[in-house]
């Protein structure tokens, strides 16, 4: 059966410069303690609570993972509702402001198969898919 409803428009959140270029700079600094400042600093930024949560999964500290996730994911929902997403529709994987939000989404599925939840992991998996599918296999691939 095809759908006949228009699929809503795409949303790009808005660049945060000087929080990206303070995630940068964690990076080259590599320790948790300067990501964790980033996020402090900038708590609406998604990326920043994206790339906690990925360490904590790549170090097996599976709890600390799905907080740190759920943080920007919520965090990233908020945002997604003030720039006009509806509850549904593309957030684009291209758009690179999306991609934090995006990276919680798929850590957050992760981490929640690992603490056990598998209902949650199987959502938050069906809803990356659903926002991109080039979100779920650039990310799967990693």
């Excluded at 740190?68 to 965090?75: F, P, Q």
């Excluded at 992760?110 to 809803?127: K, N, P, S, T, Y």
Aim: proline residues 7%; glycine residues 6%; charged residues 25%.
């Amino acid at each position: 059966m095809q759908n006949l409803l228009p699929e809503p428009p795409a949303t790009f959140l808005p660049a945060n410069e000087e929080a990206d270029a303070d995630l940068a700079a964690a990076e080259q600094d590599g320790h948790d303690e300067a990501f964790a400042s980033v996020a402090a600093r900038f708590p609406t930024h998604s990326a920043a609570w994206a790339a906690l949560a990925a360490r904590a999964l790549t170090e097996s500290q599976f709890v600390p993972a799905y907080a740190y996730a759920r943080t920007g994911y919520h965090r990233g929902l908020d945002q997604l509702r003030r720039n006009g997403w509806k509850g549904h529709g593309p957030v684009p994987w291209s758009h690179e402001p999306n991609r934090g939000f995006l990276r919680c989404l798929y850590v957050l599925s992760r981490a929640a198969d690992e603490i056990g939840e598998a209902d949650e992991a199987a959502r938050c998996a069906q809803f990356l898919r659903d926002c991109d599918p080039a979100a779920a296999d650039a990310l799967a691939s990693n």
